[in-house]
């Protein structure tokens, strides 16, 4: 599972109530590892070699930047609301503070507005989207996943089963909208834009010998129970107390075999997370 505060979280980044979920360094670089560099083909509508003036919104730590930047000869500029990810993204592209729904720009600044898996942290992501088509004179992009279509496979037989039900209950009580991927067109046209295409994009995460250190810490949370205890709030606003102990012993079992497989050098797992990758344009952008 790609989520929220490590491999173990169940969400990549969906917040409590009422609340917009902050990240760690180690948790962006760890989540998007290895994230398009098998292929930016997905990415081919945002005419990325064309592009002057691009915004990353929702940068953090300029993953996504990085992506853009390489892409184009124009100028790509993250903006976040975290000053410490800022700071590390600083190291790659200029970037400046703001707030995804109050961007500290004026009216068509950029010819391409974007974000990566932002909007499904939002309470209130076609407010973003509104302030996304405000800023650019051209296109908005938004690539974001469909967190309930996530699947694992594991070589401990009982780990996929178990993953779902850990992430249905998530999902079930998340104040936002973890799905939000696969319906994100209807966003774009609802804040005006025109010829809004999507282009789907799958992120696979491996776990296999030899093991780095995060994927043995990973398995360690599995086999305490960290992991899991991590989100209990989230998870017991959705499950009585005896679903939720009895998904905890499952979930510490399935950890143990996992950890015994680990240190035998046979444990291996794969997961997929798929992104679309929404764009639209500018009503009359190519007659302005």
């Known amino acids: 599972m790609t989520l929220a505060?490590?491999?173990d979280s169940f969400l990549p980044g969906a917040p409590r109530r009422g609340r917009v979920r902050r990240f760690d360094e180690a948790y962006l670089e760890r989540t998007r590892?290895?994230?398009?560099?098998?292929?930016?083909?997905?990415l081919?509508?945002?005419?990325?070699?064309?592009?002057?003036r691009v915004?990353?919104?929702?940068?953090?730590?300029?993953?996504?930047?990085?992506?853009?930047a390489d892409a184009t000869s124009g100028e790509v500029v993250g903006c976040d609301a975290d000053p410490s990810l800022l700071a590390v993204a600083s190291e790659h592209v200029p970037v400046v503070a703001g707030d995804a729904a109050r961007l500290p720009f004026g009216a068509g600044a950029f010819d391409l507005v974007a974000c990566q898996a932002l909007l499904v942290n939002l309470p209130d992501p076609a407010?973003?989207?509104?302030?996304?088509?405000?800023?650019?004179?051209?296109?908005?992009?938004?690539?974001?996943?469909?967190?309930a279509a996530v699947t694992v496979d594991s070589t401990v037989d009982?780990?996929?089963?178990?993953?779902?039900?850990?992430?249905?209950?998530y999902i079930a009580g998340s104040a936002v909208d973890p799905a939000l991927g696969a319906d994100a067109a209807d966003l774009l046209v609802d804040a005006g834009l025109v010829d809004v295409?999507?282009?789907?994009?799958?992120h696979t995460r491996t776990v296999a010998p030899p093991y780095d250190d995060a994927d043995l810490q990973a398995v360690a949370k599995k086999a305490n129970g960290a992991g899991l205890a991590t989100d209990e709030e989230h998870l017991r606003a959705t499950l009585s107390a005896d679903e939720y102990d009895d998904l905890r012993q499952r979930w510490r079992e399935m950890g143990r075999e996992a950890a015994a497989q680990t240190a035998d050098g046979e444990y291996r797992r794969t997961e997929t997370v798929p992104f679309y990758v929404t764009v639209g344009r500018i009503p009359d952008a190519n007659q302005s």
Do not use: I
């Open 127 to 147: 407010l973003a989207v509104r302030e996304f088509a405000r800023a650019s004179s051209d296109l908005v992009a938004v690539v974001e996943p469909d967190n």
């Open 44 to 52: 081919s509508a945002l005419d990325l070699p064309g592009r002057e």
């Open 158 to 169: 009982g780990e996929p089963g178990l993953a779902r039900a850990a992430r249905a209950a």
């Open 33 to 42: 590892s290895g994230m398009w560099a098998d292929s930016t083909s997905a």
């Open 5 to 7: 505060r490590g491999t």
């Open 197 to 202: 295409t999507t282009t789907r994009y799958d």
């Open 55 to 68: 915004l990353d919104v929702g940068c953090g730590t300029g993953e996504f930047s990085r992506v853009l």
